[in-house]
């Protein structure tokens, strides 16, 4: 089974300075059709899980454009450009390209 | 809207069984694959089980193979899962989530395991 590795398991950061999560996969996550399958979630207190990023670089509709994400093969990263007091939550990545789908152990992302 | 309503959560002996149900609604749930996703209290999520649009191609995570069933009916627009010989360790919220991308999650139910 595919290991994701999350680093770190926890950030605090100012109102509007930036945060970067990083992801790191033990098997390049490329497919074989050409796509990579590494998505990125959010989950807020009390609240189910969403998706903020797909296919390592695609932000979901409604998704602000503070967050990207980049990355190729075994390596990638969510990046926050600037920290507002709702983006307080605990961050996953997921790799899709091998069953079973596999989860980081997820970020927690706190205001300071 | 797209809208995943979970179901059929509830607590149950070790060994006992229970089944989860998942009405879909605001999109063709026919032309979706689906999955289980899970969280064990205080703990990050867990992938646990897939079927594709038609029914076929179920996967599951090692931890539940054999124990655990996935299946749907789309002339319901719901998906399933059929949980046997429960353990302590199945207890958790259980999220049904549809491809692509598992970019809609329902509100979860809780199924806690216990004597």
């Known amino acids: 089974d595919i290991v994701m590795t999350q680093t770190p398991l926890s950030l605090s950061v100012t109102p509007g300075q930036p945060a970067s999560i990083s992801c790191k996969s033990s098997?390049?996550?490329?497919?074989?059709?050409?796509?990579?399958?590494l998505y990125w979630y959010v989950q807020k207190s009390g609240q189910s899980p969403q998706l903020l990023i797909y296919?390592?670089?695609s932000r979901f509709s409604g998704v602000p454009d503070r967050f990207s994400g980049s990355g190729s093969g075994t390596d990638f990263t969510l990046k926050i450009s600037r920290v507002e007091a709702e983006d307080v939550g605990v961050y996953y990545c997921?790799?899709?390209?091998?069953?079973?789908?596999?989860f980081g152990q997820g970020t927690k992302l706190e205001i300071k | 809207q797209v809208q995943l309503v979970e179901s059929g959560g509830g607590v149950v002996q070790p060994g006992g069984s229970l089944r989860l149900s998942c009405a879909a609604s605001?999109?063709?749930?026919?032309?979706?694959?689906m999955n289980w996703v899970r969280q064990a209290p205080g703990k990050g999520l867990e992938w646990v089980a897939f079927?594709?649009?038609?029914?076929?191609?179920?996967r599951y995570a090692d931890s539940v193979r054999g124990r655990l069933t996935i299946s749907r009916d789309n002339s319901k627009d719901t998906l399933y899962l059929q949980m046997n010989n429960l353990r302590a360790e199945d207890t958790a919220v259980y999220y049904c989530?549809?491809?692509?991308?598992?970019?809609?999650w329902g509100q979860g139910t809780l199924v806690t395991v216990s004597s």
């Open positions: 989530t549809k491809e692509p991308h598992l970019d809609c």
């Open positions: 605001g999109f063709n749930f026919d032309t979706w694959g």
């Open positions: 079927i594709r649009s038609n029914g076929t191609n179920e």
């Open positions: 098997l390049s996550l490329l497919h074989p059709n050409g796509n990579t399958f």
């Open positions: 296919e390592v670089s």
């Open positions: 997921m790799e899709g390209t091998y069953f079973p789908y596999t």
